[in-house]
């Protein structure tokens, strides 16, 4: 009998609850409502040393370390000396000053716990670190004997000079980066962009031209400094000085990067790698980052093949045909000249022909037709909604602050961009895609073994032969 009671207050208790059960069904994640982001960009301070030197600071004292960043105006390698920057960069750090040799700074780098790298590209020479605040005076007073009094001893630069020879050597041993360094050879001729080391250009570089280039780009005009971490402004400035202030302007002209060469005539290049797969990239000419098309262009190109399984070279190439594990795309806009736009995949040798035409077809379509609204609407969703994520710490923003910085490019950049890919509509992507994809005009590389491929290569035009062989 007292079962029976139990059991007849149970179901009462239920029929009661029942209808407010139902009333609290949660919503579908569909139908919740999504706000605008509303992100600015987080709070920095700008200041400016007595000799021109400017400087960044991000203050966020929830951990007791910093982080610094400094770039400095650099010139491309000279075309017989491909390499320069990069052994004397690795040289400098590895090798020390004169008063503190590279293993002595080493461990005093090590004991501190601290970081110091430094490294070069085709316009600058960058040093990057990290430390505990309480270690930062220390740190810094480092990077100064470098810059002042760099030992550069030549075992280090024979070393190094060893290192990049073996690289040669073994440069055409991954066929992915082989068909990626051929595009760009193609793509950039005769350009810094293009341009590759050679035992030639290595054997004529010598310790007096790493001094010289040490002294052509450590100086006060065109330098950017910035801080991130546990420090204060007044803190940032005295360090600053003592670090930086004794820089002086050089009336010497650093040279920046030559006019680029007229753009490539489309056609197919094939380099022979007995491999059994074939690795292929196509594309052109972009745009530079001036172009009133570069926010377009980016979500352009996520849509396309830059945003992993959401875009439609994935979906198409590798989900719904089966023909490929990697396959996607990039469009990039650098500042100082037209970049390209490559889409690029691998696939059995036995299948290279057929995914280079769903490749080739993939693009005509979407640039006759751009996305579809609802390609549009997920990509541009996704990408606003992860943009703050390029900007989730302090040394993030501290890095983007200082690459503006040294640009001359407005601060609220980030902040800017982020509300013009808002304000972005399906129209304006499918009109980037109409005028900034140009399937008629490709480049065409593939790296593997033809004679196994399921289709020749002169359906796809005249094939030129990229000579792959090693001295």
Known sequence: MKNVKLIYIFALVVLILAPNVEAKKPKRYQDVPIPTLDWKLPQHQEYRLPNGIEGLLVED???????????????????????????TAWALRQGGSVNIPGDSLNDIIEFTASGVYIWTDDEAISIWGNCLSEHLPTILSLVRELIDLPAYPQAKIDLKRGTMLEEIRRKNDQPQWVASREFYKLMY???????ETSE????????DDLLTYHNLVFRADGCVIGFSGDLTLDRA???SRQTFGHLTQSEEEIAGLPSLPPPPAPGVHYGHKEVNQAYIYIGHRSIRYDDPRRIASEIMNYILGGGGFQSILMKRIRVDAGLTYAVGSRFTTPVEGEGVFRAGASTRLDQSGRTLELLRKTIIEYAANGPMLEEFNKARDAFVNSYVWEYDSSIKILGRLVYLKWRHLPLDTPQLDLAAYQKLTRDDVKRAAQELLHPDDMLIVVVGDKSKMDRPLEDFGAVQEINLSQP
């Open 61 to 87: 004292h929830e951990v007791a370390m910093v982080d610094f960043y400094f770039k400095f105006n650099a010139p491309p390698d000279p075309s017989d000396k491909v390499g320069l920057g990069e052994i």
């Open 200 to 207: 030639n250009s290595l054997s004529t570089i010598s310790r």
């Open 189 to 195: 001729p005769n350009h810094p962009w293009g341009w």
């Open 237 to 239: 400035l005295e360090l």
